[in-house]
């Protein structure tokens, strides 16, 4: 794949699945954008994508504003011209059951738990989508939106708030590709399964082999799996509209 002269920007792509990704896309040419709510993580990532010899370029950002969605997609705009690709990758985990009893008191997930992932994961992802839509259609050129949704999105134990965001990923996914087909926008998916990542690296060894042996294949999988997929969808030209599980076949 050949990315070269194409301007390809990532949310949430300081670290993890998103520098892959944004690696990834650097290395087939792309110039990447680099956008996390981090700033010192995001000139990390700049520079050693730029030592490395690729063309990268950082922006802080809180996708859950609209006011600093707006701010960025100017100064995107300024110092690029143009978008080829987008994607949405940035996300958040607030964890914790919808109600258990504990000491015979009853606790529930506190409004802002619920809040904050859905304005993260659920919203950040329309904010972006809808700028990054409005860009591709007003400079009339072919362009494509990745979303990163996650198999929770059929729903997960502890996970009311990153399940219903996820799934509410998905199907703006699908209604998306239908609306901008008529631009040559296309819109896809990407749903990973269990990914070797910062936060699963925390966990306890026992809980990880647990979490290992529910994969058919057996191992978890890793950040290039999906970087890989994402490469895939933006590459071809006749998907759109679907959502690409990435997953050692968990969810089958």
Same mark, same amino acid.
């Given at each position: 794949?050949?990315?070269?002269?194409?301007?390809?920007?990532?949310?949430?792509?300081?670290?993890?699945?998103?520098? &892959?990704?944004?690696?990834? =896309?650097?290395?087939?040419?792309?110039?990447?954008?680099?956008?996390?709510?981090?700033?010192?993580?995001? &000139?990390?990532?700049?520079?050693?994508?730029?030592?490395?010899? +690729?063309?990268? +370029?950082?922006?802080?950002?809180?996708?859950?504003?609209?006011?600093?969605?707006?701010?960025?997609?100017?100064?995107?705009?300024?110092?690029?011209?143009?978008?080829?690709?987008?994607?949405?990758?940035?996300?958040? =985990?607030?964890?914790?059951?919808?109600?258990?009893?504990?000491?015979?008191?009853?606790? $529930?997930?506190?409004?802002?738990?619920?809040?904050?992932?859905?304005?993260?994961? =659920?919203?950040?992802?329309?904010?972006?989508?809808?700028?990054?839509?409005?860009?591709?259609?007003?400079?009339?050129?072919?362009?494509?939106?990745?979303?990163?949704?996650?198999?929770? @999105?059929?729903?997960? =134990?502890?996970?009311?708030?990153?399940?219903?965001?996820?799934?509410?990923?998905?199907?703006?996914?699908? $209604?998306?590709?239908?609306?901008?087909?008529?631009?040559?926008?296309?819109?896809?998916?990407?749903?990973?399964?269990?990914?070797?990542?910062? %936060?699963?690296?925390?966990?306890?060894?026992?809980?990880?082999?647990?979490?290992?042996?529910?994969?058919?294949? @057996?191992? %978890?999988? @890793?950040?290039?799996?999906?970087?890989?997929?994402?490469?895939?969808?933006?590459?071809?030209?006749?998907?759109?509209?679907?959502?690409?599980?990435?997953?050692?076949?968990?969810?089958?």
């Amino acid at each position: 794949m050949n990315f070269k002269n194409q301007h390809m920007a990532i949310t949430g792509s300081a670290r993890g699945l998103g520098l &892959a990704i944004a690696r990834t =896309l650097a290395e087939q040419g792309a110039t990447v954008s680099i956008i996390d709510i981090d700033s010192e993580a995001v &000139a990390l990532a700049v520079e050693q994508l730029t030592q490395a010899g +690729h063309n990268a +370029h950082g922006y802080a950002a809180n996708i859950a504003d609209e006011t600093a969605v707006l701010q960025l997609f100017d100064q995107l705009k300024a110092d690029h011209g143009t978008l080829h690709a987008w994607v949405n990758n940035a996300g958040i =985990l607030r964890d914790g059951l919808l109600v258990k009893q504990k000491d015979g008191l009853i606790q $529930t997930m506190p409004l802002a738990q619920w809040q904050s992932v859905i304005d993260v994961n =659920l919203t950040g992802v329309f904010l972006c989508g809808r700028e990054a839509a409005a860009w591709m259609v007003e400079q009339e050129t072919p362009g494509c939106i990745v979303n990163i949704s996650s198999i929770s @999105k059929a729903g997960n =134990l502890g996970q009311s708030n990153y399940s219903a965001a996820k799934a509410g990923v998905a199907a703006m996914t699908v $209604t998306w590709a239908k609306e901008l087909a008529r631009y040559n926008i296309r819109v896809a998916g990407v749903a990973p399964g269990f990914i070797e990542t910062e %936060m699963t690296a925390s966990m306890k060894p026992e809980a990880l082999e647990r979490v290992k042996q529910t994969v058919p294949l @057996k191992r %978890m999988g @890793k950040p290039q799996n999906i970087a890989d997929a994402v490469s895939f969808v933006i590459s071809n030209d006749y998907y759109s509209g679907r959502i690409l599980e990435v997953d050692g076949a968990l969810r089958i």
